[in-house]
């Protein structure tokens, strides 16, 4: 009795779920084109194809001198503020304490001494910042941990903020998400969490995952509906095809 009824159970299962045929490619979790948001030489290339970087790390710099010069001229008119608005403080403190005792125009004039300082102080910050982000834009940093895997800039090369080119392309080191590709009838019948089986072009390894994205719209030019499943340490470009596991 107890084998009639795991046959039973068996039968059931298989005649509610579906295999339903799908294509898919590898792509890289996370992908980004990297440019210059600025104009200049190229002074430094420090990385190259392949290299594997951290969020942060410099990748190129172009030429910066005149920016440098701008932003110690910022940092020296800042620091004279601060110095300036201290002693326009301490003036106008002990204009307070007597100001009883003093002509009013003299103590609006401290008064407004040291309004005047606050306000230059605002300024020299304000310009500093500014300074600061004109610099900044020669540098181009990676802006997540990854592996570049194009290089399009070498020493020497102009580059226009007025016109952005893409000067790296940088990808997830590891983590790939498999874009599937399957007929837009299914589009009821497939819910995250299914599994997909599937195997990728050039390997007969098999592979399983379960679906952790469904896409909300359906192509209109292929009418096929996208999902996606994630994997690790596969090359990213590599089509496959599988079969979705429907409940």
């Not at 590898?26 to 969020?55: C, H, I, M, P, T």
């Not at 403190?93 to 102080?121: G, H, P």
Request: proline letters at 1%; hydrophobic letters at 40%; a positive charge.
């Amino acid at each position: 009795m107890k084998k009639i009824l795991t046959g039973l159970m068996v039968l059931v299962l298989s005649l509610s779920a579906e295999e339903i045929y799908t294509t898919l490619k590898v792509e890289a979790l996370q992908n980004a084109s990297l440019a210059f948001d600025a104009s200049g030489s190229v002074e430094r290339v420090y990385v190259d194809v392949s290299s594997k970087v951290k969020k942060g790390d410099r990748l190129a710099k172009l030429k910066n001198s005149d920016k440098k010069a701008s932003l110690d001229v910022a940092k020296s008119s800042y620091e004279n503020a601060k110095v300036t608005l201290k002693y326009a403080k301490k003036d106008y403190d002990r204009q307070v304490k007597v100001k009883e005792l003093i002509d009013e125009a003299m103590f609006d004039s401290y008064a407004y001494a040291y309004e005047k300082a606050k306000v230059a102080l605002s300024q020299a910050k304000a310009n500093l910042d500014y300074q600061q982000a004109l610099f900044n834009k020669t540098v181009l940093y990676a802006p997540f941990t990854g592996v570049i895997s194009q290089k399009i800039v070498e020493v020497g090369d102009v580059v226009s903020g007025m016109m952005l080119k893409t000067v790296f392309q940088i990808q997830s080191a590891s983590d790939r998400k498999i874009v599937l590709e399957f007929d837009q009838k299914y589009w009821s019948e497939v819910k995250v969490g299914d599994e997909v089986n599937y195997t990728l072009d050039g390997s007969d390894k098999k592979y399983s995952a379960k679906i952790s994205k469904i896409y909300p719209a359906i192509d209109e030019s292929t009418r096929m509906i996208k999902a996606e499943v994630k994997a690790k340490n596969i090359p990213a470009g590599l089509f496959g095809t599988g079969y979705i596991t429907t409940k």
